[in-house]
């Protein structure tokens, strides 16, 4: 009850805070902000420009290649283009995967009248890979598929959708990566993943929950060639898979980029508050969606605060995380360098913004304190520009860079925001191209991203602190994100 009623007069301290007037202390008033950022935004913004040159002059932005390396030069130079002149890389030493070539054959047994199927590989596969085995439909490849074939799958190649098909109410999917684990964990020897859109698409990303490589090889076909091998089993039971595949892996260096604006009052500014989004993309295409929008919205948000001169009492990071594609590499290596020097100690709020267009509303990212700050927050910028849904939400998930802050205890939300199903259906495609690009929507990402952070930044207090170690446990678990963590070797608090 005294927690309750603690948190209740803080909760009104905050809030009432978020009313100054422009003659206490000189400050500005956060609606004049936010009116000046609205202005700023929707008359000078580079994101859809930047992102567009990006796109057309890099193309993709794959960890550890050349044009990962360009991309991570292109993003430097724009921080330091807009008056960041503490912008500085972040090196790290990742072992970096490239696709070469991959087939995928399947036949009846006992016959050598083997059909090839359009297919591509998964990241974080085998070098070298050649194997044959029969092929179990393992459905939706959730645990309880597993555990329905265990004695079958056992040195078999596993069949399965990436997505949730004729999924049961309430029911939870698992990522990509995890679902290998725990094909691994079964015994199966290669993995068959089902892409969930239709139109011949096919679809990559990560196999590996851990960022390391994987022992069994993982690809993913269409669709429709899913179920034309799923029509094939029913008609004759036993049918093979051959899967052979070549790819390329050695030790290479990435970088993030960071860009610090220095809190301006003595008693904030050794607080921080990082906002990230990934910098890196897959290969078949730019990454327009995924994360171009979100990493050109934090460059342009930064383009934002130094337009305006806006003044923030905490000290504010811009990054742009590389790897996060290949098991959240860049996040993973910042949080390392930040325990070692100690600077963990002073991060007390994470923005990501991943695939994030359109924003509509906030979320607080399982956090029960931030919920009504960001709400006021929210009806701040409604007062300026009516558009704003300012919705909440509040729900902790996994699989980008938040995910790295949160497991030591750091509270980390995002901005919700919405994309059109062909847009989705473009997800680690080769479809993820400039041409989904909203130049509107990806203003009003930057602009109520901008407003967010400048609220968060200057509030005389972040009302969710940061958890202790099985505080963080007791999180995750509230939060049904146990598994995930079990499955993605990240869980730390035993089998209690």
Request: aromatic share 8%.
């Amino acid at each position: 009850m005294k927690k309750s009623i603690l948190s209740l007069i803080l909760c009104i301290l905050i809030l009432g805070s978020f009313g100054f007037s422009p003659s206490i202390g000189g400050e500005e008033s956060i609606e004049s902000a936010f009116k000046r950022i609205k202005d700023e935004v929707e008359q000078n913004s580079l994101a859809y420009s930047s992102l567009g040159t990006a796109c057309q002059s890099l193309g993709h932005r794959l960890t550890g290649s050349e044009k990962g390396k360009r991309a991570e030069e292109f993003a430097f130079n724009l921080f330091k283009k807009y008056g960041f002149r503490d912008t500085k890389y972040q090196g790290f030493q990742v072992e970096a995967w490239a696709r070469d070539t991959v087939t995928l054959s399947v036949a009846p047994p006992k016959s050598d009248d083997f059909r090839e199927v359009p297919v591509v590989s998964l990241a974080m596969t085998p070098v070298e890979a050649n194997i044959t085995g029969t092929i179990v439909d393992m459905g939706n490849g959730l645990d309880a598929d597993f555990e329905a074939k265990k004695e079958q799958i056992k040195g078999k190649v596993a069949l399965m959708n990436i997505g949730l098909v004729d999924g049961k109410p309430g029911e939870k999917n698992l990522h990509r990566s995890e679902k290998t684990a725990l094909a691994i964990q079964y015994g199966a020897i290669g993995v068959i993943f089902i892409n969930t859109v239709k139109g011949q698409v096919l679809l990559t990303g990560t196999a590996s929950v851990t960022g390391n490589l994987i022992s069994i090889p993982a690809v993913c076909i269409t669709w429709e060639s899913g179920l034309e091998i799923r029509k094939w089993l029913v008609e004759q039971p036993g049918l093979l898979g051959l899967i052979e595949m070549h790819n390329v892996s050695k030790p290479i260096k990435a970088r993030n980029v960071v860009a610090t604006l220095k809190g301006d009052n003595k008693k904030y500014r050794r607080e921080k508050i990082i906002i990230g989004g990934h910098l890196d993309s897959w290969d078949l295409a730019t990454g327009a969606i995924d994360n171009g929008i979100g990493s050109f919205s934090v460059i342009d948000i930064a383009r934002t605060f130094k337009a305006l001169g806006l003044k923030s009492k905490r000290t504010i990071e811009f990054v742009a995380f590389m790897g996060e594609e290949q098991g959240l590499l860049g996040s993973r290596a910042y949080i390392e360098r930040a325990k070692k020097t100690g600077e963990i100690n002073d991060i007390v709020y994470m923005i990501n913004l991943d695939m994030t267009n359109n924003v509509y509303g906030f979320n607080a990212g399982g956090r029960d304190e931030l919920v009504a700050v960001l709400k006021e927050i929210g009806n701040k910028i409604k007062s300026i520009d009516p558009s704003f849904a300012n919705e909440i939400s509040n729900a902790a998930g996994l699989h980008s860079d938040h995910q790295s802050f949160l497991l030591e205890g750091i509270p980390a939300s995002a901005p919700m925001g919405r994309l059109e199903r062909k847009v989705l259906d473009c997800y680690h495609a080769n479809c993820d191209s400039f041409d989904l690009v909203n130049k509107k929507e990806l203003e009003n990402t930057v602009k109520y991203t901008a407003m967010l952070l400048y609220g968060m930044a200057n509030a005389p207090v972040i009302p969710a602190k940061k958890l202790d170690f099985y505080s963080t446990r007791d999180f995750f678990i509230k939060q049904n994100l146990r598994r995930d963590l079990e499955l993605g070797n990240d869980w730390r608090w035993g089998k209690e």
